[in-house]
């Protein structure tokens, strides 16, 4: 089958690359350009472990074919931390307040909460958690993923952040 | 899960889009968001050899109104239709729907025309669209037509769609000022299909019901429009009699399948009683 040629922009490079029509988006990000870090977890499009950020969107990259990207700007977890090291807010915010043990759905939640972050600065409880709706974590319960959110959204707003009574 | 191959086309017009589709046939499909066709073809359940990407269509984008209609194109995102405000103060009702559609990933990138043109009686959008009287806006290498949406599905992913025709957009004739309407769905997790749903539009003058629609998904082969269950509440206060009445009249045309959501008695069940409670909160929202 013929190859596609695709140029798209990927935590802020340009990229340029022959793809297969059936390359799936993850696994272009994962195999073609080494980002490991959007990971595979159900591959039927529920888990959300697969999200990354295509032009201002939340999308599941197992559930997009890599041809459908071209000309886009996609941002994953490699392209959260600055330059320097320094992490990201939604990083130390999930670092702080605990929001991950085995880690395996942080890059998606991350990155899912980024875009919410972007479109609703100021979630409430219930907003974040239909937020995230679409990404599963099998190991948290979502309470601190939730507190790392809120945490995240007070120091973008430039408040302390306060947290709720049990 | 690796799909099967396929060659990729990108046109950037209705035409030249009909045109492929005529000209491939059977073996291409065309693709809108992507997340009923490529989970498809990752289990290998559809092998077409061509898909016709029909993302270059500008114009299958947007929300505009036409006299007394509101006409959406194909390709406008769940997303786009939670935030229109045309639709918000035009028909609400769907942004109600779209909320309660998969999640907030699958919503960027699913689109109206692909969730009613499919025709899974597991999409929500298709008994909403017959409940609202809309009409479907289908172009095809012969030309254009108009199918009402109450004449399109005709069996679990039978369509009236001829083969290479692609739904462009879909009219809906505005609800009255000050109706009332509800989608009330029945499901496991966020995420999930229907185990029974009901869309209710009505308006109401002096305390009772002036006119009526029901629609209901997941509950047979197609999408159902509930014709007898509406006239059963049509000129009444919605009293508790009268609701009971249209419960049994909702339930008495489900045939759903058994499924890990339950059996076809209590899926037809829970049809009734979503109904009984969309009509409940369409009536308090009613002015």
Redo the contacts between chains.
């Keep these: 089958?013929?190859k596609?040629q695709i140029a798209l922009t990927v935590n802020g490079k340009s990229v340029e690359a022959l793809v297969?029509?059936?390359t799936?988006l993850i696994?272009f990000l994962r195999e073609q350009l080494n980002l490991t870090g959007p990971h595979v977890g159900c591959?039927?499009?529920?888990c959300?472990a697969c999200?990354v950020d295509l032009d201002g969107?939340?999308?599941?990259s197992c559930?997009?074919?890599a041809?459908?990207a071209n000309g886009a700007d996609i941002r994953t977890i490699e392209g959260m931390a600055a330059a320097d090291g320094s992490l990201h807010v939604l990083q130390e915010a999930f670092r702080e307040m605990h929001g991950l043990q085995c880690g395996f759905c942080t890059p998606g939640m991350i990155l899912?909460a980024y875009r919410?972050l972007q479109e609703n600065p100021k979630p409430t409880e219930d907003e974040i958690r239909?937020?995230?709706?679409?990404n599963l974590c099998r190991c948290t319960g979502y309470q601190n993923i939730v507190k790392a959110i809120q945490y995240a959204a007070a120091k973008l707003a430039g408040v302390p952040f306060q947290e709720a009574a049990e | 899960m690796i799909p099967g191959a396929f060659t990729y086309h990108r046109p950037s017009s209705v035409a030249e889009a009909v045109g492929l589709l005529a000209d491939l046939g059977e073996d291409a499909r065309p693709l809108a968001g992507g997340h009923s066709l490529i989970p498809m073809m990752k289990l290998r359940l559809a092998t077409p050899g061509h898909l016709v990407d029909l993302a270059g269509l500008k114009d299958l984008k947007g929300v505009a109104t036409d006299g007394g209609d509101v006409v959406i194109g194909a390709m406008t995102t769940q997303h786009e239709l939670i935030g229109n405000e045309t639709l918000a103060a035009k028909v609400p009702l769907l942004r109600e729907v779209s909320l309660q559609i998969a999640d907030p990933q699958v919503r960027y990138l699913g689109t109206l025309g692909g969730n009613v043109a499919n025709g899974d009686p597991g999409n929500d959008m298709p008994a909403v669209m017959m409940c609202l009287g809309a009409s479907y806006e289908v172009a095809g290498k012969g030309g254009k037509r108009r199918i009402a949406a109450r004449e399109f599905y005709q069996g679990a992913y039978f369509t009236a769609l001829e083969p290479g025709e692609i739904v462009t957009a879909i009219r809906i004739p505005a609800p009255p000022a000050g109706h009332g309407y509800a989608y009330e769905k029945l499901k496991r997790k966020v995420g999930d299909y229907a185990t029974a749903a009901a869309a209710v539009v009505l308006t109401m003058s002096g305390g009772r019901v002036a006119t009526c629609s029901i629609g209901l998904t997941n509950v047979a082969e197609t999408p159902l429009w509930a014709e007898e269950a509406a006239k059963v509440v049509n000129g009444t206060g919605l009293d508790a009699v009268t609701v009971k009445k249209a419960a049994t009249a909702a339930e008495a045309i489900c045939s759903p399948a058994s499924d890990r959501r339950g059996t076809p008695q209590y899926r037809t069940k829970m049809a009734g009683v979503m109904l009984t409670r969309a009509l409940a909160r369409a009536k308090s929202r009613a002015r």
């Design positions: 089958m013929a596609s297969e029509p059936r799936l696994h591959e039927t499009s529920h959300g999200t969107r939340s999308v599941k559930t997009m074919f041809v459908q899912r919410l239909m937020g995230i709706s679409g």
